[in-house]
């Protein structure tokens, strides 16, 4: 391969601070003999400016090396592992970043969307893969004034969701009645929660594991059927709901006593 194409192919990644990063590397990678920092400016037709800034760089990232037992020192490259490992570091980086951004502008979509309600008529809806979290940020977003909530220890995917609209409904005239598990990585919502801002919120622990029930509004409940592939029911049926509800005093869904919420300002 020509130095021309190995530069262009790193260049092509953006994974350097700069273009000189990619052609001082691939003369290195290219040379058979250490190179000065001369040598190499001569070879790439760069100042000295550049040069010597750039091979600083790359040594603190470990992808290059010098000899200091000859003056002037001189720069080489002998670790391919290092520079993949580099490579695949920044497109981890490059992914997360990417990945913290869809989330953002779905959050913000989230906030917009203004859903509509649907006949449910005298039967239940079943919904399945991505169709479960429109239903779930429906069903959060048209509930007007109250939300029951047993939440299963294996719902942890739905906790960004359900924060963000939790959050969204805690103001004055909102009533809230959750049960959580005990799990840390719960903490999070139960310090949303503790920031009432006005609503009637009541907590307890948890029991349930098999589903996550949640109920707007006394009417409607949502049934998320926790397994290798989540399923959920929608329904308005007066018994289920009601038997649902009832859950709240039953000490085989939930802790009979409330929990008291502080506020952890390290999360």
């Known amino acids: 391969m020509k130095i021309a194409e190995l530069i262009a192919q790193l260049e092509s990644l953006d994974y350097f601070p700069s273009i000189y990063h990619s052609r001082i590397l691939s003369a290195l990678i290219q040379s058979v003999q250490p190179l000065t920092a001369k040598q190499l400016s001569k070879k790439l037709e760069l100042a000295d400016s550049k040069i010597y800034p750039t091979l600083v760089e790359l040594e603190e990232l470990g992808l290059i090396h010098t000899d200091i037992s000859k003056r002037p020192k001189r720069y080489y490259f002998d670790n391919p592992q290092k520079l993949q490992s580099y490579l695949k570091h920044q497109y981890a980086m490059e992914l997360k970043n990417k990945d913290d951004r869809i989330k953002k502008i779905v959050h913000h979509a989230n906030q917009i969307w203004e859903p509509d309600e649907f006949e449910l008529g005298n039967i239940a809806q079943i919904f399945k893969g991505e169709e479960i979290e429109r239903e779930l940020v429906r069903h959060l977003k048209l509930a007007k004034e109250q939300l029951f909530l047993l939440v299963s220890d294996r719902a942890g995917p739905y906790i960004p969701l359900l924060q963000q609209f939790l959050e969204s409904k805690l103001h004055e005239n909102f009533r809230i009645k959750i049960a959580l ?76 006593k409330l929990i008291e919420l502080k506020i952890n300002h390290q999360i």
């Open 181 to 256: 598990p005990a799990a840390s990585e719960w903490d999070s919502v139960r310090n949303t929660l503790a920031k009432s801002g006005g609503a009637k919120v009541e907590v307890k622990q948890s029991l349930w594991s098999a589903s996550s029930y949640i109920v707007r509004d006394r009417k409607v409940m949502m049934n998320l059927m926790h397994s290798e592939q989540d399923v959920a029911l929608i329904t308005n049926d007066d018994l289920l709901v009601s038997n649902i509800r009832s859950c709240w005093e039953n000490t085989d869904c939930c802790s009979p």
